[in-house]
T-cell receptor
Framework: DTAVSQTPKYLVTQMGNDKSIKCEQN?????MYWYKQDSKKFLKIMFS???????INETVPNRFSPKSPDKAHLNLHINSLELGDSAVYFC????????????FGPGTRLTVT | RKEVEQDPGPFNVPEGATVAFNCTYS??????FFWYRQDCRKEPKLLMS???SGNEDGRFTAQLNRASQYISLLIRDSKLSDSATYLC?????????FGPGTRLSVLP
């Protein structure tokens, strides 16, 4: 039974399109995150939600908009996709903020052509 | 200075070797510390949390020195399956910061 799941696993799309990535966790955790891992393999936090409320919004373009319909789900919508958005996007969750370890989803490999 | 820095790697070691990874962090308000491993094209997975008193899990030992803002990971008796990228992670406030990772290849 997958703890943190993401869909889709692969996403290939053209510049200018709008796409969404979905994330669900069944661990009962309060905090969820989106990370971007670029071609240099560096993992950087994008957003953090605690109990459906936005806690962290790192410096990302406002074309990226997270949405948390409930504390088990955190979706990421990306408008007007650009070549530089190509990366692997990971969703993660933790019990309650940074005192506890995170569990990651399998990642969504986004390729913008 | 980057918030979390790690040995640049890669480390290529023979099976059975002992290998040590180092990590330093810049934010003295950091509260939580972890080592993760990431296999190629996979998600990061928790290896171990790091506590002030140090902790051990089988062949893995982690140490934390808050005064020096330094974290270490020691792997004894390396196995082929230990080949991965090892990520140092530091938590403060509501934020986690990942180091760039150190790649380990254990050779037969």
């Amino acid at each position: 039974d997958t703890a943190v799941s993401q869909t889709p696993k692969y996403l290939v799309t053209q510049m200018g399109n709008d796409k969404s990535i979905k994330c669900e966790q069944n661990l009962g955790h309060d905090t969820m995150y989106w990370y971007k891992q670029d071609s240099k393999k560096f993992l950087k936090i994008m957003f953090s939600y605690n109990n459906k409320e936005l806690i962290i919004n790192e410096t990302v373009p406002n074309r990226f908009s997270p949405k948390s319909p409930d504390k088990a789900h955190l979706n990421l919508h990306i408008n007007s996709l650009e070549l530089g958005d190509s990366a692997v996007y990971f969703c993660a969750s933790s019990q309650d903020g940074t005192a506890y370890e995170q569990y990651f989803g399998p990642g969504t490999r986004l390729t913008v052509t | 200075r980057k918030e979390v820095e790690q040995d640049p790697g890669p480390f290529n070691v023979p099976e059975g070797a002992t290998v040590a990874f180092n990590c330093t962090y810049s934010n003295s308000a950091s509260q939580s510390f972890f080592w993760y491993r990431q296999d190629c094209r996979k998600e990061p997975k928790l290896l171990m949390s790091v506590y002030s008193s140090g902790n051990e899990d089988g062949r893995f030992t982690a140490q934390l020195n808050r005064a020096s803002q330094y974290i270490s990971l020691l792997i004894r008796d390396s196995k082929l399956s230990d080949s991965a990228t090892y990520l140092c992670v530091v938590g403060y406030g509501q934020n986690f910061v990942f180091g760039p990772g150190t790649r380990l290849s254990v050779l037969p």
